[in-house]
């Protein structure tokens, strides 16, 4: 059975950093894709970033160009988000994202991913 969880969601002040951490367990991505959406309240969910596990190849969605950082452990099986310069827009539900397809990280639409995680809260107040 496969399982993604997210951690390290929480409060910061806006212009502050957090870092979320999706672990998995249950199968191997390393030729797959892992991403980050997230969803505020009354909205759809939205591709935040995406990395290929073979080569470590980025895509990230305009706005967190710069801001936001994905990169992965494939020896833990573990994908990170670096989030930096937060703002009271990027508040929402974070969610960890596996795609089985290597190409699946440049799929920003959230139908084309195959497994979720249960979702980490992100506020950051102004």
């Known amino acids: 059975q496969v399982q993604l969880v997210e951690s390290g969601g929480g409060l910061v002040q806006a212009g502050g950093s957090l870092r979320l951490s999706c672990a998995v367990s249950?199968?191997?991505?390393?030729?797959?894709?892992m991403g980050w959406f997230r969803q505020a309240p009354g909205k759809e969910r939205d591709f935040v970033a995406a990395?290929?596990?073979?080569?470590?190849?980025?895509n990230y969605a305009d706005a967190v160009k710069s801001r936001f950082t994905i990169s992965r452990d494939n020896a833990v099986n573990t994908v990170y988000l670096q989030m930096n310069s937060l703002k009271p827009e990027d508040t929402a539900v974070y969610y960890c994202?596996?795609?089985?397809?290597?190409?699946?990280?440049?799929?920003?639409?959230?139908?084309?991913?195959?497994?979720w995680g249960q979702g980490s809260q992100v506020t950051v107040s102004s």
């Open positions: 994202a596996a795609g089985i397809n290597s190409y699946s990280y440049i799929a920003e639409v959230a139908k084309r991913w195959s497994y």
């Open positions: 249950g199968r191997s991505f390393t030729n797959g894709a």
């Open positions: 990395i290929k596990c073979s080569d470590g190849s980025t």
